[in-house]
């Protein structure tokens, strides 16, 4: 018996890294997988038969809502719901133009709150269903040039947190991931003296790799493990003790 045997989850953000890992991973834990992304392609070459890939962007409305409706015309059903697309570059708030910050918004937070808003409806309506937001540890610390970004992440949390109370008398369990740092392509834009900072003060002294995260995902999508988690926010590589 697997952990999600008769599961079907969406993961948007499935393409790469995080979502990617997160996909496999609950691949070989039975689940069915619906992954969408920008990049379809890559998508779809993790699938199954019994999977489907799809072309989303999250910044838009259209775009998610007729995701979710080719996902239950195919499926039937979404158990779990990940949200892990997302965009990251540097901008000191000096220099951060309303339209750099809107975009940033618009992917990161306004896409999470998109993909909840057209999914939890059905999920209430089956009175099951786990809700998995890719929040970063950059919530709660900050960091120079990523105000834009930590105030996307900081949103979700305080999304996540409210979803969770409000959901769980239907049996939907609302929780975010906050990673500390995580190689993957997100960080092709950043500079290395960033990344040189950030590996000083962790713990480890190493970015951690997304088949480490994902771990923390199926733990909140399976069940009984992770029938207690609720609003959490749980932070792999963080080093901090929330
Ligand atoms: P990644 O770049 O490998 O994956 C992000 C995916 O999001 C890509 O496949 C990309 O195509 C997709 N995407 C971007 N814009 C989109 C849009 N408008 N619509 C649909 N898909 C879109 O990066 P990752 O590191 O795996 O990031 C996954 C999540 O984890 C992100 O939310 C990121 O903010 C978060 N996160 C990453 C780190 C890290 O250090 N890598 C740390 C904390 C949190």
Redesign the pocket.
């Known amino acids: 018996m697997n952990k999600l045997d008769n599961k079907v989850a969406l993961i948007?953000?499935?393409?790469?890294?995080?979502?990617?890992?997160i996909a496999k991973l609950y691949q070989s834990e039975g689940a069915t997988l619906a992954l969408?992304?920008?990049?379809q392609d890559?998508c779809a070459s993790i699938c199954t038969a019994e999977d489907s890939a799809y072309r989303?962007?999250?910044?838009?409305a259209e775009?998610v809502q007729a995701l979710v409706n080719a996902v239950v015309e195919r499926h039937g059903r979404i158990d779990i719901l990940v949200?892990?697309?997302?965009?990251?570059n540097e901008c000191p708030i000096t220099e951060m133009s309303p339209d750099i910050f809107d975009q940033m918004i618009?992917?990161?937070l306004r896409?999470v709150f998109l993909a909840c808003h057209y999914v939890a409806p059905l999920m209430v309506e089956q009175r099951s269903g786990r809700i998995i937001n890719?929040?970063?540890?950059?919530a709660h610390k900050g960091a120079i040039g990523m105000s834009h970004?930590s105030a996307a992440?900081a949103g979700i949390l305080g999304m996540t947190k409210s979803m969770a109370r409000e959901l769980a008398p239907y049996n939907v369990l609302t929780n975010a991931?906050?990673?500390?740092?995580?190689?993957?392509?997100?960080?092709?834009d950043v500079s290395s003296e960033w990344i040189g900072e950030k590996e000083a003060e962790l713990p480890l002294g190493r970015?951690?790799k997304?088949e480490e995260?994902a771990p923390s995902a199926l733990l909140l999508a399976a069940s009984p493990d992770g029938d207690l988690y609720l609003g959490q926010a749980l932070g792999p590589n963080s080093g901090d003790v929330m």
């Open positions: 948007i953000g499935a393409a790469s890294g995080i979502g990617q890992a969408a992304d920008l990049n890559a989303v962007d999250v910044s838009s775009s949200n892990s697309a997302g965009i990251l618009a992917v990161n896409g890719i929040a970063s540890q950059l970004y992440k991931i906050a990673p500390g740092p995580i190689s993957t392509p997100l960080l092709g970015f951690g997304p995260v």
